[in-house]
């Protein structure tokens, strides 16, 4: 039998898009789409980083699920060329028919002084965090548009875009998930009433690619760096997190069980933003 549980938390026969597909964020989150009842369109830069990680998701939810994952394709594509974006959300749709959720977990993060930066490494930041995530919701949001679907879309955006962690520093992505926090409630004032909801997820720390760039651990079985020993002591839960517990809240801010959601940044962070 089943786990009991509401009936609006299902993604059957929805198909999602996840951008940055490949990342660890964006594993978890086709997982627990096609573990949903989804189709899943995984879009990253590399061609093969996006087969093995559908691979991965496919061998995931037939162990934990018990059974065979929906439609699930590869898209190599580079968010910040916007002839690119055009013409992947193009074969999406022909390949799936229509688009339900738009999901961009797409970026990078430099870590260096502000007086270091040069303009050309601010705007790479602010390209693939920024610009990315527009190119695929404008593209995704004309599809939803004319073919009148009721869609949703999560920017996956940063706790660091209004609370800037320390010691490093990362002005560049800070300001990057800021304006995607803006985006996100701009877009959303200005499709509601055609039947599209966007909003912002802002995670915390959590052990990712992404971390393993900035401090070198890659698990959590690894002993803590000195960076990490001092983030710690600003998270009240007292701990990283796993992408995987995330799964939960991208699931409910792409379906029906948050229906009246929208222009929402939605923070899980273990309380560190309030430290």
């Known amino acids: 039998m089943p786990p009991k549980t509401l009936s609006i938390f ?6 999602c898009v996840v951008t940055g597909g490949a990342g660890g964020l964006g594993r978890e989150c086709m997982s627990a789409f096609a573990l949903s009842g989804a189709n899943v369109a995984c879009v990253d830069l590399s061609q093969d980083a996006c087969d ?44 799936f028919g229509r688009i339900d959720v738009l999901v961009t977990c797409a970026g990078i993060c430099i870590d260096r002084a502000a007086e270091d930066v040069d303009l050309a490494t601010w705007q790479k930041v602010l390209a693939v965090n920024l610009d990315g995530t527009y190119l695929f919701a404008r593209e995704v949001g004309k599809q939803m ?10 920017f996956v955006s940063s706790a660091a875009a209004a609370h ?48 393993a760039s900035q401090t070198g651990k890659t698990s959590h079985d690894e002993p803590l760096t000195e960076r990490q020993e001092e983030w710690l002591t600003q998270i009240p839960i007292g701990r990283f997190a796993n992408p995987e517990e995330h799964r939960g809240t991208l699931v409910w801010m792409a379906s029906n069980a948050s229906s009246y959601l929208t222009g929402a940044n939605i923070v899980s962070d273990g309380g560190w933003v309030h430290w």
């Open 52 to 95: 093995a990680a559908i691979r991965d998701v496919r061998a995931h939810v037939l162990k934990e699920g018990g059974f065979e994952a929906g439609k699930m394709r590869a898209y190599a594509c580079n968010a910040t060329n916007e002839k690119g974006v055009e013409a992947t959300v193009a074969l999406i749709v022909a390949d």
């Open 145 to 154: 548009l004319s073919s009148k679907t009721n869609g949703a879309m999560v």
């Open 164 to 211: 800037p962690p320390r010691p490093q520093a990362q002005a560049s992505y800070n300001a990057s998930k800021a304006a995607v926090n803006a985006l996100a409630v701009s877009l959303a004032t200005e499709w509601a009433s055609r039947g599209i909801r966007v909003n912002s997820f802002s995670p915390g720390f959590m052990v990712t690619p992404l971390m």
């Open 10 to 15: 299902s993604l059957e026969g929805k198909n």
